[in-house]
């Protein structure tokens, strides 16, 4: 005598992890483009506004999962879009994508600096020290300017100032931030 078994189908619970990635993706990706977009001194213009974008898309699937998932309500992961936007914000404003940018491209920087040409008062490079993209080089003084690529806002220009004799307030720029050592963050003002 056989038996028949009866077989059962489960419905698999597609909710409990596509909410997940539809949170998560949009919500990282906007974290990630925010730091890398803070790591030149001053951000990235662009690539700022293009997280900014994607913020307003993972807020968007955020509210839309909030308001159509019961079970999405009933999680605790309804606060990760939040949470993440909160500590990305923090990081950049404490400045810690740049500081932690220059911490690992300062040998690289002084190194760069030190080997220049001293009769020259300004030379165009376009190319990376370290991790930053250095567009051109100034000397004022004993003290030498570089210009970082994209950086600051469309009237803005800023890069790093390294200053071993020189007074700071002298430079010609607008604002002046000590990272370490010789070492500031400068920004020009066009406007």
Known sequence: MAIAERSEIRAVPV??????????????????????????????????????????????????????????????????????AAVTVTLVIVGVPMRTAFLISEPALTAYVESLPKDHDSVWTDRFVGLFPIRSVYRTGNAVLLDVDGSGGLLEQCGFAYSPHSQVKDLPVSTEDHLTGNWYVTCTDFD
Do not use: C, E, Q
């Not at 997940?20 to 990235?44: D, E, K, R």
């Open 15 to 84: 909710l409990k992890w596509w909410w997940w990635l539809w949170l998560a993706g949009p919500t990282g990706i906007a974290s990630a483009m925010t730091l890398l977009a803070a790591v030149p001194p001053g951000g990235h213009f662009f690539g700022i506004m293009a997280a900014v974008a994607i913020w307003l898309f993972a807020g968007v699937v955020w509210f839309i999962l909030l308001v159509v998932s019961r079970d999405f309500r009933r999680r605790n992961w309804i606060t990760l879009t939040p949470v993440v």
